[in-house]
């Protein structure tokens, strides 16, 4: 699907190209585009005990996994999760902790209850990070990779 979706793209540039004189024939004309339907899954309540549960073999992984965990518990994109500092997380009238901020994608603002384990992830960071962040932050494409691994050292396919 990644490939269909750049060829979708470059589909559009040569468009672009033969209504600006560029391109003189469509070099598309014979091929069609095809995504595929894909059934992304999930993970089980087993699985992510398994990944709670299992001991990491170095600290980069363990924060990967606390990120992921983290990302799972309270429902927010790796892009929210990414973005959150300190301030972000408010206590209510009722004592309760909650996560206050707005959605990378959407712009809509978003109020999320802190459950026992991200507030456990939130303690072991407290105070160890730079900029008010909460959590130790790493690139996407990097995260992915390492959840690759994490998913590898825990059995899970």
Not at 65 to 91: H, M, P, T, W
Not at 104 to 125: A, E, F, G, R, W
């Amino acid at each position: 699907n990644t490939t269909a979706k750049f060829m979708q793209f470059f589909k559009r540039i040569i468009i672009i190209a033969r209504n600006n004189g560029i391109l003189v024939g469509d070099p598309f004309a014979s091929y069609k585009i095809r995504l595929e339907k894909v059934d992304r899954g999930y993970l089980t309540e087993d699985e992510i005990k398994i990944i709670l549960k299992k001991k990491m073999v170095s600290e980069r992984l363990e924060h990967v996994r606390d990120l992921f965990v983290f990302s799972c518990f309270c429902g927010l994109a790796y892009s929210d999760v990414a973005n959150l500092r300190q301030e972000n997380i408010q206590k209510s009238f009722d004592g309760n902790l909650w996560i206050i901020t707005k959605r990378q994608k959407t712009n809509t603002d978003v109020n999320v209850p802190l459950l026992d384990i991200p507030k456990m992830i939130l303690k072991k960071y407290k105070g160890k990070l730079p900029d008010g962040k909460i959590l130790p932050v790493i690139s996407n494409q990097k995260l992915n990779a390492y959840l690759k691994e994490i998913a590898d050292i825990c059995g899970i396919k």
